[in-house]
């Protein structure tokens, strides 16, 4: 903290970041299902007072190792059971992340080139998103960027080579504690590629290699031999569960063969625009330390293994956001000190997506004021209601793209007539970023209530209650954690047919869609509550 107060870039960077990812993360509900998945999980390890065992609905969870719901239970601890609490550990995450590429990049090359690298990551769309969000992602990425940084400094440094390899094999380890053996596979794959093309350069000991894998290895090891009682069982259900989410989409999460390419391209804009400038010219600003041939082979490997992996979510592939954001910040550091001019093609992609951004948060108030007309592109009963729900979408909420598109605009074209001064683009840039959180401040809460509010009101309604919630002909991890969910060891075994039509002293409440409420209904003696926004609302009463 020290070293910081007393750099002006970090301390910047530091303040900036801080305003961009801590205020109004409480302000939406949790999504489902990741958000909802994961704070569920940290609240009932809080429940149960059991901090190795991962469950929903105290139901052993083999996904994800625990970690990070660790950090979501200690900031619980602080905050409370809430949406603060489940996604302040990511915003400390984006903020020590912004501040560790300033630091990478001033050992890499300078103070100018760290804030510039720094900046291109603290300014792109989904990194903005996912620093205030309550998804693991952001955390598993950072171990895994640090495995890769300390894997560069062990090749590249004579001095410290112990430490450098230590350092390498911590952050992979502590990236399978967050994620699982992803965290080992990508930063070793990338390290042993760029090590295989420079061979003839480095010199490595065997010992400091055996130390390195050792140490990413056998801690996560203990721990999940710890998890699971030092029983396989764990450890065999983790494999079995990332080995299917490997080979075959999960719920409903497919999508084509080159999916992650327009994602993390839009998802890094407009940072993005750079980082494919930078790849088409020669970069003087290298220093030739191999550190951009090291992030080009990130940024392949990454693309290429979530290329072959069937489930495609758009986070899967957001490692490949640092070795954007580093090609960016060498494009821009080569304008701005070199000289370089951008080409024609950049300035039309930088200005084209922008400004459809802009026509986008514009048009989108206007097209839900007059969403009727859109009811027919609807093919289920649930996706019409839910799209046709009372909620207030003011005509208004697109001057905010006015102002922030025409700010952009104006000075991204001041700074093409002039491409030394920095402070039109900077000025650009944040105008970019106001509009990014302007959409996430405005619009999220709006879309929010069509998808799930009505059930999240629903399940607060009996928060606390001694019941019983039962979603059917969907999935979802709002009733367990909006509704409070407490463990019923009378029911505990039984499945949701056997609950259903069991004499026992339990209220359950039963949550389905207009599409299967009433094939549901006639399954089972159940009365209709009340139905909202495309959600049928059932009970059944103890007996």
Same mark, same amino acid.
């Given at each position: 903290?020290?070293?910081?107060?007393?750099?002006?870039?970090?301390?910047?960077?530091?303040?900036?970041?801080? $305003?961009? /990812?801590? *205020? @109004?993360?409480?302000?939406?509900? %949790? =999504?489902? +299902?990741?958000? #909802?998945?994961?704070?569920? !999980?940290?609240?009932?390890?809080?429940?149960?007072?059991?901090?190795?065992?991962?469950? $929903?609905? /105290?139901? *052993? @969870?083999?996904?994800?190792?625990? %970690? =990070?719901? +660790?950090?979501? #239970?200690?900031?619980?601890? !602080?905050?409370?059971?809430?949406?603060?609490?489940?996604?302040?550990?990511?915003?400390?995450?984006?903020?020590?992340?912004?501040?560790?590429?300033?630091?990478?990049?001033?050992?890499?090359?300078?103070?100018?080139?760290?804030?510039?690298?720094?900046?291109?990551?603290?300014?792109?769309?989904?990194?903005?998103?996912?620093?205030?969000?309550?998804?693991?992602?952001?955390?598993?990425?950072?171990?895994?960027?640090?495995?890769?940084?300390?894997?560069?400094?062990?090749?590249?440094?004579?001095?410290?080579?112990?430490?450098?390899?230590?350092?390498?094999?911590?952050?992979?380890?502590?990236?399978?504690?967050?994620?699982?053996?992803?965290?080992?596979?990508?930063?070793?794959?990338?390290?042993?590629?760029?090590?295989?093309?420079?061979?003839?350069?480095?010199?490595?000991?065997?010992?400091?290699?055996?130390?390195?894998?050792?140490?990413?290895?056998?801690?996560?090891?203990?721990?999940?031999?710890?998890?699971?009682?030092?029983?396989?069982?764990?450890?065999?259900?983790?494999?079995?569960?990332?080995?299917?989410?490997?080979?075959?989409?999960?719920?409903?999460?497919?999508?084509?063969?080159?999916?992650?390419?327009?994602?993390?391209?839009?998802?890094?804009?407009?940072?993005?625009?750079?980082?494919?400038?930078?790849?088409?010219?020669?970069?003087?600003?290298?220093?030739?330390?191999?550190?951009?041939?090291?992030?080009?082979?990130?940024?392949?490997?990454?693309?290429?293994?979530?290329?072959?992996?069937?489930?495609?979510?758009?986070?899967?592939?957001?490692?490949?956001?640092?070795?954007?954001?580093?090609?960016?910040?060498?494009?821009?550091?080569?304008?701005?000190?070199?000289?370089?001019?951008?080409?024609?093609?950049?300035?039309?992609?930088?200005?084209?997506?922008?400004?459809?951004?802009?026509?986008?948060?514009?048009?989108?108030?206007?097209?839900?004021?007059?969403?009727?007309?859109?009811?027919?592109?609807?093919?289920?009963?649930?996706?019409?209601?839910?799209?046709?729900?009372?909620?207030?979408?003011?005509?208004?909420?697109?001057?905010?793209?006015?102002?922030?598109?025409?700010?952009?605009?104006?000075?991204?074209?001041?700074?093409?007539?002039?491409?030394?001064?920095?402070?039109?683009?900077?000025?650009?840039?944040?105008?970019?970023?106001?509009?990014?959180?302007?959409?996430?401040?405005?619009?999220?809460?709006?879309?929010?209530?069509?998808?799930?509010?009505?059930?999240?009101?629903?399940?607060?309604?009996?928060?606390?209650?001694?019941?019983?919630?039962?979603?059917?002909?969907?999935?979802?991890?709002?009733?367990?954690?909006?509704?409070?969910?407490?463990?019923?060891?009378?029911?505990?075994?039984?499945?949701?047919?056997?609950?259903?039509?069991?004499?026992?002293?339990?209220?359950?409440?039963?949550?389905?869609?207009?599409?299967?409420?009433?094939?549901?209904?006639?399954?089972?003696?159940?009365?209709?509550?009340?139905?909202?926004?495309?959600?049928?609302?059932?009970?059944?009463?103890?007996?």
């Amino acid at each position: 903290m020290v070293m910081l107060l007393k750099n002006k870039f970090g301390l910047i960077l530091f303040i900036l970041s801080s $305003v961009l /990812f801590i *205020p @109004f993360l409480g302000g939406v509900n %949790l =999504f489902d +299902w990741d958000e #909802v998945n994961f704070a569920e !999980i940290s609240r009932e390890m809080i429940v149960s007072g059991n901090y190795l065992n991962m469950t $929903v609905n /105290f139901e *052993p @969870f083999y996904e994800k190792p625990p %970690l =990070f719901f +660790w950090l979501q #239970v200690l900031s619980m601890k !602080i905050f409370g059971i809430n949406e603060f609490a489940a996604r302040f550990p990511n915003a400390i995450t984006g903020i020590i992340t912004i501040l560790f590429l300033y630091f990478a990049g001033r050992k890499i090359k300078n103070p100018k080139f760290g804030f510039i690298w720094a900046f291109s990551m603290m300014v792109a769309v989904l990194p903005n998103m996912y620093y205030k969000s309550g998804i693991i992602d952001p955390l598993f990425n950072l171990w895994m960027f640090l495995s890769v940084y300390f894997g560069w400094m062990y090749l590249h440094f004579p001095h410290k080579k112990v430490f450098h390899a230590v350092s390498a094999g911590l952050f992979a380890g502590l990236a399978m504690l967050t994620k699982g053996p992803v965290g080992l596979l990508l930063p070793a794959l990338s390290l042993l590629i760029y090590f295989l093309i420079h061979i003839r350069k480095f010199k490595i000991n065997i010992f400091e290699i055996i130390l390195s894998v050792t140490t990413a290895i056998a801690f996560p090891l203990f721990l999940y031999l710890l998890v699971s009682g030092f029983s396989l069982s764990f450890i065999v259900a983790f494999v079995e569960r990332n080995i299917a989410l490997f080979s075959q989409p999960d719920a409903g999460h497919g999508g084509f063969l080159l999916y992650h390419f327009p994602a993390v391209f839009a998802g890094m804009l407009p940072a993005s625009v750079f980082a494919i400038e930078n790849l088409f010219r020669k970069n003087v600003s290298d220093n030739n330390n191999g550190f951009r041939a090291l992030m080009l082979i990130l940024l392949i490997v990454v693309m290429l293994v979530f290329t072959i992996v069937k489930t495609k979510i758009i986070h899967y592939s957001s490692l490949a956001y640092f070795p954007v954001s580093y090609l960016a910040a060498l494009c821009v550091y080569n304008i701005l000190y070199h000289h370089f001019k951008l080409s024609a093609l950049s300035k039309i992609l930088l200005l084209s997506f922008s400004g459809l951004f802009a026509i986008a948060g514009i048009a989108f108030p206007l097209i839900m004021n007059n969403r009727e007309i859109l009811y027919g592109l609807f093919s289920d009963l649930y996706s019409k209601e839910a799209f046709l729900a009372p909620v207030d979408w003011p005509l208004y909420l697109g001057a905010g793209f006015i102002l922030f598109g025409s700010l952009f605009f104006i000075f991204v074209i001041k700074w093409f007539k002039n491409l030394v001064i920095s402070k039109y683009l900077i000025i650009a840039t944040f105008s970019f970023v106001l509009m990014i959180h302007y959409t996430l401040h405005i619009f999220l809460g709006r879309v929010e209530a069509h998808s799930q509010a009505s059930l999240v009101e629903f399940c607060e309604e009996y928060k606390g209650e001694n019941v019983v919630f039962m979603t059917m002909g969907f999935k979802s991890y709002i009733p367990y954690f909006y509704g409070n969910s407490m463990p019923h060891s009378d029911l505990k075994g039984k499945n949701k047919y056997e609950i259903l039509t069991s004499t026992h002293s339990k209220t359950i409440y039963v949550i389905t869609k207009l599409d299967k409420s009433q094939e549901i209904m006639n399954l089972y003696t159940l009365t209709e509550l009340y139905r909202k926004n495309g959600y049928v609302f059932l009970t059944r009463t103890k007996n």
